[in-house]
């Protein structure tokens, strides 16, 4: 064989090591968009990555005591947590899981349009909890956080602690949510949240059940995963062009109406 020939196939083989290496590193960095469940302004991304609710395992440590709802709860069942004017003339529903990363991503990108929306008037929105990544994971950080959030709500301070309890989500494996000191200690970063009858009513699990009752209410929903987001009944999360500014322009639309 030549030079000139040995050259050449050298350099082919150079050539497609380097391409090798190109294509790993777009796998890399695909995979890291998957998993991190990255939703900037775009609903549809984090479809992706939702919590398959499918083949969803029950938590072990589902309580048998009586359903106790949080204070305004309403909907069928009063399962539904209401934040906003009920005279508003349009509803965003929300099933949600405290514990999944989806959820945080969705929260992070439309947080502030939902509460400037709710604060107008102009939105109504319905929470709805339920305990996916206890099933699929195992613990009850899913539950106990809803507990709490439900307690929360008995005290008239759900939507903060709500927001403070996706800001401060640990990561998916982490059960940190399981442990009442931690629920406690992002109490207290909600003014007057932390107090003797929260503190009972998180300790007790008083809402346990109403939790439990809530996530059955799910499974038997046919939802694909959480979050799940409705729009006056139309499932916006499966919208690939839905963006805060486009949610925010069908409630103003839909106000004026």
């Not at 305004?72 to 399962?79: E, I, N, R, T, V």
């Not at 990363?101 to 947080?111: I, V």
Request: proline letters at 3%; one cysteine or more; hydrophobic letters at 35%.
């Amino acid at each position: 064989m030549s030079e000139k020939n040995r050259e050449g196939k050298r350099t082919a083989r150079e050539r497609l090591a380097v391409e090798r290496e190109k294509q790993k590193a777009a796998d890399k960095r695909r995979r890291a968009l998957i998993v991190g469940a990255s939703v900037v302004c775009v609903l549809g991304l984090a479809a992706v990555v939702g919590v398959v609710a499918a083949n969803a395992g029950k938590d072990d440590s589902s309580d048998a005591g009586p359903v106790v709802g949080p204070s305004g709860a309403q909907g069928k069942d009063g399962l539904a947590i209401p934040v906003g004017e009920q005279g508003a003339k349009s509803t965003l529903t929300v099933w949600e899981d405290f514990r999944c990363p989806a959820c945080k991503s969705f929260e992070d990108a439309y947080r502030s349009t939902i509460h400037e929306l709710t604060d107008t008037g102009k939105l109504k929105v319905e929470y709805h909890l339920a305990t996916i990544i206890d099933g699929n994971m195992g613990g009850t950080g899913s539950r106990n956080a809803a507990n709490a959030a439900a307690c929360a709500q008995d005290a008239g301070k759900f939507t903060q602690y709500h927001d403070v309890l996706y800001e401060n989500q640990p990561q998916e494996i982490d059960d940190a949510f399981a442990k009442n000191s931690r629920l406690f200690e992002l109490a207290n970063k909600v003014k007057g949240l932390d107090t003797p009858a929260f503190r009972k009513c998180v300790e007790d699990g008083t809402h346990n059940s109403w939790v439990n009752k809530s996530n059955e209410a799910f499974q038997k929903g046919g939802f694909s995963g959480t979050p799940t987001v409705l729009l006056n009944g139309k499932n916006i999360y499966q919208d690939q062009t839905m963006t805060p500014a486009k949610l925010k322009q069908m409630v103003e639309e839909a106000a004026k109406g």
